[in-house]
């Protein structure tokens, strides 16, 4: 499962034949289609009614 999934910075783009695109609207992140999937970054943020990721791992890093 991918940190974006619950990020508020997040949006779901879709392609002209209906796949799924996680676009990454954080500046401090380098990537606008960060590699998927992420399992930590230093951007995360919650989105609305979304509980933290566990604490797990030495830290919040971008592994794209
Ligand atoms: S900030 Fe990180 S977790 Fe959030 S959408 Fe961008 S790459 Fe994904």
Redesign the pocket.
């Known amino acids: 499962m991918t940190?974006?999934r619950s990020?508020a910075?997040?949006r779901l783009t879709q392609g002209r034949h209906g796949q799924t695109y996680?676009l990454?609207r954080?500046e401090a992140?380098g990537a606008k289609y960060?590699p998927q999937p992420?399992t930590r970054?230093l951007?995360?943020a919650p989105a609305a009614d979304t509980p933290p990721p566990s604490p797990a791992g030495p830290g919040p890093r971008?592994a794209g």
């Open positions: 940190l974006c990020c910075f997040v996680l990454c954080n992140i960060p992420v970054c951007g995360w971008h």
